[in-house]
Structure formats: structure tokens, C-alpha cells
């Protein structure tokens, strides 16, 4: 349903030109679930914001490809982009505290879907938009949709961005970090929402979270993304299981765990390079346990370690091979 | 709501009191004798000191203060010095010239300043958005007598489009008040219209930044409707705020304007009685200023309650 083809995104800084995200290609089908993670400075956020053009034009260069139901959405003209955005693909965000509009009725601003992508009258939409917020499990949602966001929770405003979201059943919802800015408890009830709806709705759904844990438990399919790269692309079950990027292991083992006696937490040594200055070989080789001089020398490839699964380490694909 | 009213209202006494009591002490430390002027050039000392008495002015500062306060209690604003009228009615008199010249120059400066700034703000970094921020830095930098001088030259001397000085009530003719009026209006206006530009450009920028107009262009809501319903909802309370700011500056600088274009306004009055140390009429006119910006604060505070959301429930 959805290929990405080598998509780069670029900004422009005050010298020039920056690469954020850096030829990054993968597939998903429909129904399915993937998650991406990585640190802050990734990529992984600007990848999503890039699929339905969501960055100031004015400021940003993207190239490659993104082909949804065979159409290239990098390519179209904006208004047939306007008709499938919040259409067939929705999204919500990190932060619900901002991203309602705080002068606007919530019963507006999820009835507004409707009455874009459906042409539904104000007083229709505002029906629907009650039904969508009982979906979304807020109690009392017929004298809800009159609130202003500021009454509501963090939670509730989350619940009220997925209302919006789902409005139009699209085929695929992508969900930037949306637990992040939210309490632990109302995390898990959040993620279960979004595990029921999609199964209600039959839409595939990208998650994308710094939490690998957070990620593995909810996608079958997990992208690892560090410094704008793909480095590894995994069912979320190897990935969990038996990590084969040294980067997705140090994400692994920096999970906090109830079991483990440990004094301290683990820390990946040193910090994700600036996008304007990056390594000249792996982008991760200065932070590298098993990094060897020509790791530092040329960039790696990302390669196919078995089926399904592809990394970008010439050490660990190296490994495995006369294994295979 | 009505609790928000009382509340501005019995803020607003204290200030009017301080107000009342400065203006009253600024005067009398201005040097210059009103009954000197009074008398005349060829009055002796004994007639100087007759008027003096007439007038109350021999009389301590502080108890010509008090009088002056509990007269005011009792809505006697007190006796013109060189109009022979009460002050009451010498400004009442003269109210509709500069409530004209304000509010027209008011609705000249709203629609005007925040369509540029919106135009500035959607086309930014363009020529256009160069474009009005020129003509705003012009707008807020020129001396508004200089373009008044200009604007007379070429509207009223060269093409003889519009009277060059005077007003003419409403009451007698509607259109004639309007000619009256256009032009010290527009010139009264143009600094206003800069720095209102200005704002509402700054303010609309910060308002499309945010994650809501993100949610709404993820919704796929046209970029005209995400501009006009979701940035520009948001811009107005900003713009409300200083709207009340800029009806007073407009009633403040009504003074220079009634000068130049020989308006017989409260600034014209005001002036005339500065000149003759007329201190009835000064310190009554700065009172009736005062709550005049005094009651456009509450009214502002009042729009603002109803088009944020957030004030009327908190």
C-alpha cells in the first residue's frame, strides 16, 4: 500500500543545505503496524511528517519517492493532496497540550474532517463527531463536543486528536510519538485504544517513539532509523529478541528493567552527530563497540542479513555470513 | 460577567483619583499666573490680586485641591478661567469633533493594518511582505504634522479635493462631515496602520508556527480556510489587545491633528487652556482623557472574554 523510495529531506540552515533524512526506503502493506524508532535528531519524526508534505515548503527540499495506492504523494499537486489528507491518511502528534486549536469546540475541530472529506452540514458533523468521541472512549461525549480543549486532560486531548483522526476511516494513521507527552497509565490506555481502532477500522498505523519496548510490543514490523539513516529494518520480534545492529542493542539494553539488579542505568556512549557534520564512514562508528578502522573509512550499505531482515553493518553482516 | 464588570469598574476609581490629583499638582508647578493673563497687560498689582482672589487662587495649593476634589464628588468639574462656560460644557461642546476624528480614524486603521499584516505574514519573506513592512517602517517613522503639511498641499491646494481645515457637525450634513473628517483622519491613522501591520505580522507568524495549524493541514484543510479559520482566530485576541491601546494613542494624538487642521476639538481645548493656564479646563479635559482610556481598557477587556475561550471560563 504505502512504498517509500529513497526519500531524503533536506532544510535549509543559514550555510546551506542540512540532510535530515538520508535515502530511506520501506514498504508497508495495508492492515499492517510499523514502528520506527530512534533518538531525538533521527529523522524518524521528519520521515513522517514528510509522507503527507507537512513540512514549510518554503525551507525544505524532499526527493525520492512515496507511493501511496500507486500514486506518488511527493509528486502530486496539492490539491489532490489536500483530498487525501485526513481522508485516507491521518495523523496525530506528540504534543495534544498544542495541537488542538484552543479557540475552537473539539465537536468543531473533529466535525471540520467530516465536513471537508465528507460534505457534511455543521449540525451532522457535530452528531458524528459525539459518535467518534464515545469511539474514542471519552464518557459523556454528546455534551463534550461544546468543550474548549483547555477543559480537558492531556489524555483526553489525545483521545480527542484520534477522534479527529479516525474520522474518515483512513487506511492508514501515522501516530508521531503520541504517548510521549502523556503520564505512564494513560500511555498503555492510549495504546490499547489505538490496538482496538485499528482492528475496528482495518487501517495499517506507523508508531513512531524514542521506546523501543513501547514500539516492539505494538508493530509487527520495526524500523531503527540514527542520524536520517535506516540502519536496521526487522520483524519487531527479532529485534526484540536478537537485535543485529549494534545501535538498536544499545537502545535495547538502555531500557530500564524491574528484573535486572542494576546500579546504574545503561547509556549509549556519546551523542548522535549534527547533521551538518557527520563522520565520513558509519554515522555511528565513534559510539561503536565493535567499530573497525574502515568502519570510519567508507559509508556501509544497508544489507539483507536474512529474509526480512536488513541492517547497515558490515561487522555484524561480516559475522554471519559463513554462518549462512 | 457581571462580576468581571464590577470589578474593572471599582479598579477603575482608584485611578481616576490619581489621575485627578497629578493633573491637578503638574499645573500648578507649571510657571505662569492665570490672573495676570486674566487681568491684562495694563492691570496694576491690585487688580492682579483682586482677580487672584475671584479665582480662588490665593488660597493654599492643597486646599484648592481639596475644593477642587470634593466639587468633583458632587460632579462639578468647576468654571472655565478665559471662556467665562463651565468646563462640563465647554468639553461637551466640543467631544463629537475629536470622538469623530478617533473613531474614524480608528475604522480607517483596524481593517487596513491587519489585512497588511495578514498579507505580510502569508507572503512573507516576498516582495510583498517587503513591500508592506516598507510602507509600515514609513508609517511609524514620519512625523504625521510633515504628512499632514504634504497631504494638505496636494488634496486641498493642488487638486481641491478636500478642505484643507474646519469641521463640520454631522447633524448638518452627513457628507460633508465625512470630507471634514477624511483627511486628518487618514494622516491621524497611518501611524497606527504601521505599527498595527506590524503586529498582526508578528502575531500571525507565531500563530501559524504552532502544532494546531499542523493538526489542521493534516486534516486537509485548505490553506486558505487553515489562514482565515484556524491562524486568524487566533491572531484576533492578540490584535484586540492592542486595538484599545490604539483607540487611545488615536484620541492622544488628536491633539497634534485638531492643531494643523484647525478642528475645534478637546485637544484644540486643551492646548488653548495649557497656553492660558486655564487650570479648570486642563485638569478637566485630562480627567475625562483618563476615563476615556479608563473605559476603553474595560470594553477591551470585555472582547476579550468573549473571543478566547479560555477567559471565560477560568
Redesign the interface.
Same mark, same amino acid.
Given at each position: 500500500m504505502l512504498q517509500v523510495e529513497n526519500l531524503s529531506v533536506d532544510f535549509r540552515v543559514d550555510s546551506g543545505w542540512i540532510r535530515s533524512v538520508d535515502e530511506v526506503s520501506f514498504a508497508l502493506d495495508a492492515q499492517s503496524t510499523l514502528g520506527i524508532v530512534g533518538e531525538s535528531g533521527s529523522g524518524k519524526s521528519v520521515t513522517a511528517l514528510s509522507i503527507?508534505r507537512?513540512h514549510a515548503r518554503?525551507n525544505t527540499r524532499m526527493t525520492g519517492r512515496i507511493v501511496f495506492d500507486g500514486e506518488d504523494l511527493l509528486a502530486m499537486p496539492?490539491r489532490r493532496l489536500?483530498?487525501?489528507?485526513?481522508?485516507d491518511i491521518? /495523523?496525530i502528534?506528540q504534543?495534544p497540550m498544542?495541537?488542538?486549536?484552543?479557540?475552537?469546540t473539539i465537536g468543531d475541530q473533529i466535525g471540520?474532517?467530516l465536513r471537508?472529506?465528507q460534505g457534511l452540514n455543521r449540525a451532522a458533523a457535530e452528531k458524528a463527531a459525539a459518535g467518534l468521541l464515545d469511539m474514542v472512549r471519552i464518557p459523556d461525549a454528546k455534551r463534550r463536543v461544546t468543550d474548549?480543549p483547555?477543559?480537558l486532560s492531556g489524555g483526553m486531548r489525545q483521545r480527542v486528536?484520534i477522534a /479527529?483522526a479516525i474520522a474518515c476511516r483512513p487506511r492508514l494513521l501515522i501516530a508521531d510519538e503520541p504517548t510521549t507527552a502523556l503520564d505512564v497509565t494513560v500511555q498503555a490506555q492510549i495504546l490499547d485504544l489505538l490496538r482496538d481502532l485499528r482492528e475496528e477500522i482495518g487501517m495499517a498505523v506507523i508508531l513512531i517513539s524514542h521506546d523501543l519496548g513501547l514500539v516492539a510490543e505494538f508493530a509487527e514490523r520495526v524500523l531503527v532509523m540514527y542520524a536520517g539513516e535506516l540502519v536496521e529494518d526487522a520483524p519487531a520480534r527479532n529485534i526484540f529478541e536478537a537485535p543485529a545492529h549494534p545501535y538498536s542493542e544499545g537502545l535495547l539494553k538502555a531500557i530500564p528493567s524491574a528484573d535486572v539488579d542494576m546500579h546504574r542505568l545503561y547509556a549509549i556512549p556519546g551523542r548522535i552527530p549534527d547533521p551538518g557534520d557527520r563522520p565520513p564512514g558509519c554515522n555511528f562508528a565513534p559510539r561503536c563497540a565493535l567499530a573497525q578502522p574502515a568502519c570510519s573509512a567508507t559509508p556501509p550499505a544497508l544489507d539483507t542479513l536474512a529474509p526480512g531482515h536488513r541492517i547497515r553493518c558490515p561487522v555484524r553482516l561480516a559475522a554471519r555470513e559463513p554462518a549462512a | 460577567m457581571p462580576r468581571l464588570i464590577a470589578f474593572r469598574i471599582a479598579q477603575a476609581i482608584p485611578v481616576m483619583f490619581v489621575v485627578a490629583v497629578l493633573t491637578f499638582l503638574l499645573m500648578h508647578m507649571l510657571p505662569g499666573d492665570p490672573a495676570t493673563l486674566i487681568a491684562g497687560d495694563m492691570a496694576d498689582q491690585d487688580a492682579i490680586a483682586q482677580v487672584r482672589r475671584d479665582l480662588g487662587l490665593d488660597r493654599p495649593v492643597l486646599a484648592q485641591l481639596w475644593l477642587w476634589i470634593t466639587n468633583l464628588a458632587q460632579g462639578d468639574f468647576g468654571k472655565s478661567l478665559m471662556l467665562n462656560q463651565p468646563v462640563a460644557e465647554a468639553v461637551w461642546e466640543r467631544l463629537p469633533v475629536t470622538l469623530s476624528l478617533a473613531l474614524v480614524a480608528f475604522v480607517i486603521t483596524i481593517p487596513v493594518g491587519i489585512v497588511l499584516g495578514v498579507v505580510a505574514a502569508v507572503w512573507r519573506?516576498t516582495w510583498v511582505d517587503s513591500a508592506v513592512m516598507f510602507l509600515a517602517l514609513i508609517g511609524v517613522s514620519v512625523p504625521n504634522f510633515w504628512i499632514a503639511i504634504l497631504s494638505v498641499i496636494l488634496f486641498s491646494v493642488t487638486l481641491g479635493w478636500l478642505p484643507s481645515s474646519g469641521y463640520v457637525p454631522m447633524g448638518t450634513d452627513f457628507w460633508r462631515w465625512l470630507a471634514s473628517l477624511i483627511q486628518p483622519a487618514t494622516v491621524l491613522a497611518l501611524f497606527q496602520i504601521g505599527y498595527l501591520a506590524r503586529m498582526t505580522r508578528s502575531a500571525m507568524l507565531d500563530v501559524l508556527d504552532?502544532?494546531?495549524i499542523?493538526?489542521?493541514?493534516?486534516?486537509?484543510?485548505?490553506?486558505r480556510k487553515t489562514i482565515l479559520?484556524?491562524a486568524f482566530?487566533?491572531t484576533l485576541?492578540q490584535v484586540v489587545t492592542v486595538s484599545g491601546y490604539i483607540l487611545s494613542l488615536l484620541i492622544g494624538g488628536s491633539v497634534v491633528i485638531e492643531q494643523i487642521f484647525a478642528m475645534p476639538g478637546i485637544g484644540r481645548l486643551l492646548v488653548q487652556a495649557i497656553m492660558a493656564r486655564d487650570y479648570p479646563v486642563v485638569q478637566g479635559t485630562m480627567l475625562m482623557l483618563g476615563f476615556a482610556f479608563v473605559f476603553i481598557n474595560i470594553v477591551i477587556d470585555l472582547i476579550y472574554a468573549y473571543?478566547?475561550?479560555?477567559v471565560r471560563?477560568d
Open positions: 503527507l507537512l518554503r496539492e489536500h483530498e487525501m489528507r485526513g481522508r491521518a /495523523m502528534f504534543d498544542h495541537s488542538l486549536n484552543p479557540v475552537l471540520e474532517t471537508i472529506h474548549f483547555h477543559q486528536m /479527529m | 519573506d504552532q502544532d494546531y499542523r493538526t489542521a493541514r493534516a486534516k486537509g484543510v485548505s490553506p479559520k484556524h482566530r487566533n485576541m473571543v478566547d475561550p479560555r471560563y
